[in-house]
């Protein structure tokens, strides 16, 4: 069965620095991955996915993740972090159609 | 663009109580499903369904039923609310397709259970 790790619950940056959100996955056969989004009191927004086409994807709001399946990671990331930003981001696996495995989730806080 | 509505925002029920949580999308997809978001776990998933009237259990469906008698309309039942499903619940949709994974989300019900 497929699972995800986001590897730090909370991360903070400052405004026009980078972002990085970390990301592994396990997976028993070649998995798509998503990022999602979430605003405060917002429902859940795809940022990006990666459905085995090209291995670096991007994303809304100049968000991008690289699949590496080596190091079995998804890593998110933007060059530099705007206050809007600011939200709550899950990285999600999934083997078949309707079974998504989504991760704890990963707060930004982006200071100004 | 795809929308989904959730009947509250904000929900307040007394232990004991049956809860109905509805879920309404307009662009005719043939999944939805429910899931629970809380604090450090991320979402799980609840129930979904695949048509009219089919569904499947997710990985935490104790405490909880659906019914989709309409396309468009998945609910989710609390039977006899408890103190430990105060939570998020967020409803989701998605179109019938091997190559489609997207599911498009509402904007959750905070249900609290006193």
């Known amino acids: 069965a497929q699972s995800v790790t986001q590897l730090d619950s909370h991360v903070s940056v400052s405004e026009g620095t980078p972002v990085l959100l970390r990301c592994n996955y396990s997976?028993?056969?070649?998995?798509?991955l998503f990022w999602y989004v979430q605003h405060p009191n917002k429902g859940l927004q795809l940022l990006l996915k990666?459905?085995?086409?090209?291995?670096l994807v991007k994303g809304i709001n100049g968000f991008e993740a690289e699949f590496k399946k080596s190091e079995t990671s998804f890593h998110l990331t933007k060059p530099s972090a705007h206050m809007s930003d600011a939200a709550e981001y899950f990285c999600?696996?999934?083997?078949?159609?309707?079974?998504?495995?989504f991760g704890a989730g990963t707060r930004l806080t982006v200071k100004p | 663009d795809v929308k989904v509505t959730q009947s509250s925002r904000y929900l307040v029920k007394r232990t004991g109580e049956k809860v109905f949580l509805e879920c309404v999308q307009d662009?005719?997809?043939?999944?939805m499903f429910w899931y629970r978001q809380d604090p450090g776990l991320g979402l799980r998933l609840i129930y979904f369904?695949?048509?009219?009237?089919?569904?499947e259990k997710g990985d935490i469906p104790e405490g909880y039923s659906v019914s989709r008698e309409k396309k468009e309309r998945f609910s989710l039942i609390l039977e006899s609310a408890s103190t430990n499903q105060t939570s998020m619940y967020l409803c989701?949709?998605?179109?019938?397709?091997?190559?489609?994974?997207?599911?498009?989300f509402g904007p959750g019900t905070r249900l609290t259970v006193t």
């Open positions: 989701a949709s998605k179109v019938q397709d091997t190559y489609s994974y997207e599911q498009y």
């Open positions: 997976s028993s056969y070649s998995p798509s």
């Open positions: 990666y459905t085995s086409a090209a291995t």
């Open positions: 999600v696996v999934s083997e078949g159609n309707n079974d998504m495995r």
């Open positions: 662009m005719d997809h043939e999944n």
């Open positions: 369904s695949y048509d009219v009237k089919m569904k």
